[in-house]
């Protein structure tokens, strides 16, 4: 009998040594695009992915590191913890729009973004990074150097990109601010992030 329950007490021991194997986590790492900023938690493109995971790739667990306001230099001090406490396969990065609406130096956003990839990729983890459009109201020399910021980084360190995280939601799915998407155009942004997010789940 004792030697019963030192067999048994040794088979869980071992068991609670062994790191949880199952969730491959995806850390998406934004702002209030990605935060559900005026939309019910449940609505966000982030819960909705993790939703549509479920399905087909119940392995990953989607971890949302967005906060409402965040800029590229607020990203930059946050990073380092969120890689060590999620340990993740996977990082959306989702930054910059803020950094544009307050007309921050680019190459200080640039500068941001590209350290916040890079220290990614040092935790052997791969990224997704979501590109941002500016109004036109904030001048066409701004704009297009603002757009342009995001292939030119997504080449830099080879990674995917998905040049504008917005695309195909309407003037009408915006909210009363016209700036974030309401509850409406989430599954659509949802499925656009998706496409290029598949192939980094093999």
């Not at 590209?114 to 990224?127: F, H, L, P, S």
């Not at 701004?142 to 995001?150: E, H, Q």
């Given at each position: 009998?004792?030697?019963?329950?030192?067999?048994?007490?040794?088979?869980?021991?071992?068991?609670?040594?062994?790191?949880?194997s199952?969730?491959k986590?995806?850390?998406?790492?934004?702002?209030?695009?990605?935060?559900?900023?005026?939309?019910?938690?449940?609505?966000?493109?982030?819960?909705?992915?993790?939703?549509?995971?479920?399905?087909?790739?119940?392995?990953?667990?989607?971890?949302?590191?967005?906060i409402?306001?965040?800029t590229?230099?607020?990203?930059?001090?946050?990073?380092?913890?969120?890689?060590?406490?999620?340990?993740?396969?996977?990082?959306?990065?989702?930054?910059?729009a803020?950094?544009?609406?307050?007309?921050?130096?680019?190459?200080?956003?640039?500068?941001?973004?590209?350290k916040?990839?890079?220290?990614?990729?040092?935790?052997?983890?791969?990224?997704?990074?979501?590109?941002?459009?500016?109004?036109?109201?904030?001048?066409?020399?701004?704009?297009?150097?603002?757009r342009?910021?995001?292939p030119?980084?997504?080449?830099?360190?080879?990674?995917?990109?998905?040049?504008?995280m917005?695309?195909?939601?309407?003037?009408?799915?915006?909210?009363?601010?016209?700036?974030h998407?309401?509850?409406?155009?989430?599954?659509?942004?949802?499925?656009?992030?998706?496409r290029?997010?598949?192939?980094?789940?093999?």
């Amino acid at each position: 009998m004792k030697t019963f329950l030192k067999i048994v007490l040794l088979i869980a021991a071992f068991a609670l040594s062994q790191p949880a194997s199952a969730a491959k986590n995806i850390l998406v790492f934004g702002d209030s695009l990605s935060a559900g900023y005026g939309i019910a938690r449940d609505d966000s493109w982030v819960n909705l992915l993790q939703q549509e995971l479920k399905k087909k790739h119940p392995q990953f667990e989607v971890v949302n590191a967005s906060i409402s306001g965040e800029t590229t230099a607020g990203g930059l001090r946050r990073i380092g913890k969120a890689l060590q406490e999620h340990h993740p396969e996977i990082v959306i990065v989702e930054l910059g729009a803020n950094d544009g609406l307050r007309g921050t130096n680019l190459a200080e956003t640039e500068k941001n973004l590209d350290k916040i990839i890079g220290q990614t990729q040092k935790a052997n983890a791969r990224v997704l990074l979501l590109g941002i459009q500016l109004p036109p109201n904030y001048g066409p020399d701004y704009t297009r150097r603002f757009r342009t910021l995001y292939p030119r980084l997504a080449k830099k360190h080879d990674i995917t990109l998905v040049p504008f995280m917005l695309e195909g939601v309407l003037p009408e799915q915006f909210q009363a601010d016209n700036l974030h998407p309401n509850a409406e155009a989430q599954p659509g942004i949802m499925r656009h992030i998706l496409r290029s997010l598949m192939p980094l789940l093999d």
